[in-house]
């Protein structure tokens, strides 16, 4: 019903910037907030950030300073800036998003994720 189509993973070096792409499509009436998780290797899905559609932002700790969410409503896409990115940032990162469908009522529906690799 819903798809996140997510783009702009890759390998970066120590210090470096990318920024993922999430855009959501299907059967959408509106979207109540979408996000950012990522799970590292041997540990949980953790937080990164999410924006709801008023604009209310959250992030996970310590991302908050290097992290930068935003999104494009008109484009049902959310964005992740990451920048000054360290090692333990390596994870395959989840686009998440909760969306009231046209038929279905509310789904929270999950991307294929992403990974992230931070080596020099």
């Known amino acids: 019903q819903v798809q996140l189509v997510e783009s702009g993973g890759g390998l970066v070096q120590p210090g470096g910037s990318l920024r993922l792409s999430c855009a959501a499509s299907g059967s959408i009436f509106s979207i109540y907030a979408m996000g950012w998780y990522r799970q590292a290797p041997g540990k949980q899905r953790e937080l990164v950030a999410t924006?709801?559609?008023?604009?209310?932002?959250n992030y996970g700790d310590s991302l908050k300073g290097r992290f930068t969410i935003s999104r494009d409503g008109a484009k049902n896409t959310v964005y992740l800036q990451m920048n000054t990115l360290k090692p333990e940032d390596t994870a395959v990162y989840y686009c998440?998003?909760?969306?009231?469908?046209?038929?279905?009522?509310?789904?929270?529906?999950w991307g294929q994720g992403t990974q992230v690799t931070v080596s020099s």
């Open positions: 998440n998003a909760v969306v009231r469908t046209v038929v279905s009522g509310v789904v929270e529906s």
């Open positions: 924006i709801t559609s008023g604009g209310s932002i």
